[in-house]
């Protein structure tokens, strides 16, 4: 169910936001990506227990 109780302008604005994200993505500009995000995001990918993340042995 979708909320309509949002004003235009909030759904306009994330519109916005998230387009221009993805767009920097799909150009592979990392800055762009970055210009889009607040400051204190903290990404996290959810692991399954058991799976051996093949990152951890690039940072280890």
Known sequence: ??????????VE???RVA??????????DG???RACLHPA???RTP???GIVNALYYVLV
């Open 13 to 15: 604005a994330v519109s």
């Open 47 to 49: 692991e399954q227990p």
């Open 31 to 33: 800055e762009r990506m």
């Open 1 to 10: 169910m979708v909320d309509t109780s949002a004003p235009a302008a909030n």
């Open 41 to 43: 995001l903290a990404k």
């Open 19 to 28: 387009t221009e994200y993805f767009q920097s993505w799909f150009a592979g």
